[in-house]
């Protein structure tokens, strides 16, 4: 019996990287952040001094890129041409520009099949923007993760600070508002709740409850 495919959406900052991987071990089923593909495309662009505004030249970039997401020491890394690129990918600089590389049709196209063949014998846990709107139509489970922007930003915060970021709380609120805005409105394939997914919001919620909400979610909603 093939196992579940899980889809879990929402905006920066709601959890869903941290949930999914949670979700992902309790289940012991695959976790796959199509978000960390996308900044590996946006760190390939930057190290290459791509602007994103050329499609062009990141279409090309992106068909050549040989992007993979295996696990070590229980913890799931992503390397760009072989080369393993986990932290680089998290910095500041890299999440301004992601939301632009994730807007252009051809690095979407490249890695929206990659994402689908990743998930097609079930047992996967993927999180993103348009997963269960676009990616994984046909899900078992949607769960559309949301947070306030204050708390979001605390928790970027908190994040980057642990880094040794230096970081200003203000700028981040402004900073998640705009890509808020920028993936909303974006004409292909916009961040969204699918009409058949489930709302939870995090702001108030541990991640053991958020957890338990999507484990509670998935064995109402999944009949093997």
Not at 145 to 172: H, M, N, P, W, Y
Request: charged fraction near 30%; include cysteine.
């Amino acid at each position: 019996m093939k196992a579940s495919i899980i889809a879990i959406d929402g905006p920066a900052g709601a959890g869903k990287s941290t949930v999914a991987k949670f979700v992902a071990k309790r289940l012991n089923y695959v976790y796959i952040d199509t978000g960390a593909m996308y900044r590996a495309v946006a760190w390939a662009a930057q190290d290459k001094n791509i602007s994103p505004a050329n499609e062009d030249a990141m279409a090309e970039l992106t068909r050549t890129l040989s992007i993979q997401l295996y696990y070590r020491d229980g913890q799931q890394r992503i390397t760009v041409d072989g080369r393993d690129v986990s932290e680089e990918i998290r910095t500041p600089d890299i999440s301004r520009i992601v939301s632009a590389v994730s807007a252009i049709p051809a690095v979407r196209n490249a890695l929206l099949d990659l994402q689908r063949q990743m998930a097609r014998a079930g047992g996967v846990v993927m999180d993103g923007r348009d997963i269960g709107t676009c990616v994984l139509p046909n899900a078992d489970v949607k769960i559309f993760l949301i947070a306030s922007i204050d708390e979001r930003a605390r928790r970027r915060c908190l994040e980057l600070q642990e880094k040794g970021f230096v970081t200003d709380l203000e700028q981040l609120k402004q900073e998640i508002a705009l890509r808020d805005k920028m993936d909303s409105e974006r004409e292909l394939a916009p961040l969204r709740q699918a009409d058949d997914a489930t709302l939870i919001d995090t702001s108030d919620m541990t991640i053991e409850q958020a957890v338990d909400a999507i484990i509670t979610e998935h064995e109402k909603r999944y009949r093997p």
